[in-house]
C-alpha cells in the first residue's frame, strides 16, 4: 500500500505565477518557506527554514492568482512528485516539488485582519476564537518576547 500525502503551513516567496497549457489549463507556481524554531543543545533559540517548490493545476491555480501573493500565509495539502533529467554534461539530476491539490489563506498574526478569500471547504472544521481574538474580550496579556510570526496557531 501506498501513500502520498503533505501538508505544508508557510509562507510564500514569490507571487504565484500562473501559465496556461496549449489547452488552456492554469497552472500556478510559487515558492513556500516553512520555519522551524527550536532550542539548540546550548539551549539558544534557533530556526531553520524549509524552501519548497509548488505547482498547482486548473481552479485550484486560478484561485491562488487571485488571493495569494508574496508573504502571504496558507495552509496547503497535495503530494509530493520527483522529477528527474539528465543535464547537458550528462549527470542525472532529480527535483522533488508538492503539487497542490487544495489550500485555505491563513490570518496572519502581523495584523492582518482582512477575510481569506478563499472560503474553507465544507469539511474543514471552524476556527475558534482565542482570547486575543475574541470582540467579547479585550486582550489584557502583553505579547511574550519572540513569539512566533509566522507560525498562524
Same mark, same amino acid.
Given at each position: 500500500m ?10 510564500l516567496t514569490?507571487?504565484? +505565477?500562473?501559465? %496556461?497549457t496549449t489547452?488552456g489549463v492554469?497552472?500556478? /507556481?510559487?515558492? @513556500?518557506a516553512c520555519n522551524?524554531r %527550536?532550542?539548540a543543545r *546550548?539551549?539558544?533559540?534557533?530556526e531553520? /527554514?524549509?524552501?519548497?517548490d509548488v505547482?498547482a493545476f486548473?481552479?485550484?491555480? +486560478? ?7 508574496k508573504?502571504?500565509?496558507? @495552509?496547503?495539502?497535495?503530494r509530493l ?5 539528465? *543535464?547537458?554534461?550528462?549527470?542525472k ?17 502581523r495584523g492582518d /485582519?482582512s ?6 471547504? #465544507?469539511?474543514?472544521?471552524?476556527k475558534?476564537?482565542?482570547e ?9 496579556r502583553?505579547?511574550?518576547g519572540? +513569539?512566533? *510570526?509566522d507560525? #498562524?496557531f
Amino acid at each position: 500500500m501506498n501513500y502520498n500525502k503533505v501538508v505544508l503551513v508557510g509562507r510564500l516567496t514569490r507571487d504565484p +505565477e500562473v501559465r %496556461y497549457t496549449t489547452k488552456g489549463v492554469a497552472v500556478a /507556481t510559487f515558492g @513556500l518557506a516553512c520555519n522551524r524554531r %527550536y532550542r539548540a543543545r *546550548d539551549g539558544q533559540p534557533a530556526e531553520e /527554514t524549509t524552501f519548497v517548490d509548488v505547482t498547482a493545476f486548473g481552479d485550484t491555480a +486560478e484561485e491562488m492568482r487571485q488571493s495569494l501573493s508574496k508573504g502571504s500565509p496558507v @495552509l496547503l495539502e497535495g503530494r509530493l512528485r520527483n522529477e528527474s533529467w539528465v *543535464d547537458r554534461n550528462g549527470h542525472k539530476r532529480s527535483f522533488t516539488k508538492v503539487l497542490c491539490e487544495s489550500f485555505n489563506l491563513l490570518a496572519s498574526r502581523r495584523g492582518d /485582519t482582512s477575510p481569506p478569500s478563499q472560503s474553507p471547504s #465544507p469539511s474543514s472544521p471552524p476556527k475558534p476564537q482565542t482570547e486575543a481574538t475574541s470582540p467579547s474580550q479585550p486582550e489584557t496579556r502583553a505579547p511574550k518576547g519572540g +513569539e512566533e *510570526d509566522d507560525v #498562524p496557531f
